[in-house]
């Protein structure tokens, strides 16, 4: 097995294996019968709510949103105009790159790993009956359909050329070629709303750094491999962000998830040890 497959599936099973145990809790105590299937249709349902409201959320925008929207478009067209030093920039670094890095970034931003990696943390969440972990899923997945229809509809509709297709001005509106698929990077997208609704979880600085490192990886190995301009990689960030923020606040808004509400607080560890790798919350 290579480096990077041994690095992506270390990542996926910390990130799958977010565990919490409750001191003192009644062991007389029985889940009610067919509380698993409950649950998924209640979190199906919420991801279904968080997909509409992200695409019918503009028609409520206040001053802040269209201030933040004419941030993005600005910040976007400055990195345009960066395009191609940066890309230049970042073909010169490829060669030293970390190899590790490179593969990890590609295997990390891919759709069919990032769902795997979804479905494991949505899925012990839902198995557990962990309201904390079904929450972050359902994060992650509402996130993740609503950007990715949008990176969608951009790509097809913009059709703009990757720096191996052509120049940063080259496009072909509603090309079916996937070199014209360049804007914004979906690979950016995944990743960084992973990283971004996985951080939200933690208060500790240094684990959301650590968090969004890892997510940020993706992002520069498109860079490095020239596979997208900088200005791609700069809108995924900012469509993740603002949609995970979105689908977040949604959630809270309608208190979709009672156990914010609770006393206890959680306090989150990483533990290593023989036989044992993941992050564990106490409360």
Avoid: C
Avoid at 22 to 29: E, I, L, M, V
Avoid at 96 to 108: H, I, R, S
Avoid at 198 to 215: H, P
């Amino acid at each position: 097995m290579s480096a990077a497959k041994t690095l992506a599936l270390l990542v996926v099973f910390i990130f799958s294996t977010i565990t919490t145990t409750q001191a003192q809790k009644d062991s007389t105590n029985t889940k009610e019968k067919g509380h698993i299937w409950r649950n998924l249709k209640y979190d199906g349902g919420f991801v279904l709510k968080s997909v509409g409201n992200g695409f019918t959320q503009p028609l409520r925008w206040q001053k802040k949103d269209f201030l933040t929207a004419a941030g993005i478009i600005a910040g976007t067209g400055l990195l345009y105009a960066a395009d191609h030093d940066a890309h230049t920039y970042f073909l010169e670094q490829n060669e030293n790159a970390p190899q590790v890095l490179k593969k990890f970034g590609w295997y990390f931003g891919s759709p069919q790993n990032f769902f795997m990696v979804s479905a494991g943390i949505y899925g012990f969440g839902l198995l557990t009956d962990n309201e904390k972990v079904r929450e972050t899923g359902v994060l992650i997945i509402g996130s993740a359909v609503t950007s990715g229809i949008i990176q969608t509809l951009s790509k097809n509709i913009v059709g703009r050329a990757r720096p191996t297709d052509g120049d940063r001005n080259d496009f072909d509106m509603f090309s079916k070629e996937p070199g014209y698929h360049s804007f914004p990077s979906g690979h950016t997208i995944l990743s960084v709303s992973m990283a971004h609704a996985i951080a939200k979880q933690f208060d500790n600085i240094w684990v959301k750094a650590g968090i969004y490192a890892v997510g940020s990886i993706a992002p520069i190995s498109r860079l490095w491999a020239g596979a997208h301009w900088l200005s791609d990689v700069g809108l995924g960030y900012a469509i993740a962000i603002v949609t995970v923020d979105g689908v977040d606040n949604f959630m809270k808004k309608k208190s979709a998830y009672s156990y914010a509400n609770q006393n206890d607080k959680i306090s989150w560890q990483f533990k290593a040890g023989y036989g044992t790798l993941g992050v564990v919350g106490t409360f």
